[in-house]
């Protein structure tokens, strides 16, 4: 049975950091297409990073320079490091993990990926 288990949400000031582990059971990570969704109340499903099997890096416009999506192999674990966060990062984070790599940046409507975190929520106050 395949788990992908969040850690590292909670609450930091505008300019402050936060890191997401998803740590996986079950599934190797190194074999999969990777990312972080997130979603804020009332508005749409937002991917903001993407990091494929052979290490390259995709990150949503809204993100890009403040985030990073990074892999420990020999944990089995997916991160996501946000740095200089704002108001508007404030938000459910998840992480998948698919296969395909088909998950794209930005906007989401539709299914993104396989398999799925629980989610972590991160909250920033200005």
């Known amino acids: 049975q395949v788990q992908l288990v969040e850690s590292g949400g909670g609450s930091v000031e505008a300019g402050g950091s936060l890191r997401l582990s998803c740590t996986a059971s079950?599934?190797?990570?190194?074999?999969?297409?990777l990312g972080w969704l997130r979603q804020a109340p009332g508005e749409a499903r937002e991917g903001v990073a993407v990091?494929?099997?052979?290490?390259?890096?995709n990150y949503a416009d809204s993100v890009e320079g403040r985030f990073t999506i990074s892999r420990d192999d020999a944990k089995n674990t997916l991160y996501l490091q946000m740095d200089n966060m704002q108001p508007e990062d404030t938000a459910l984070y998840y992480c998948?993990?698919?296969?395909?790599?088909?998950?794209?940046?930005?906007?989401?409507?539709?299914?993104?990926?396989?398999?799925w975190g629980q989610g972590s929520q991160g909250t920033v106050s200005s």
């Open positions: 079950g599934y190797t990570l190194s074999s999969a297409c």
């Open positions: 990091l494929k099997r052979g290490g390259s890096t």
């Open positions: 998948a993990a698919d296969h395909v790599c088909g998950m794209t940046l930005g906007s989401v409507s539709g299914r993104w990926a396989w398999y």
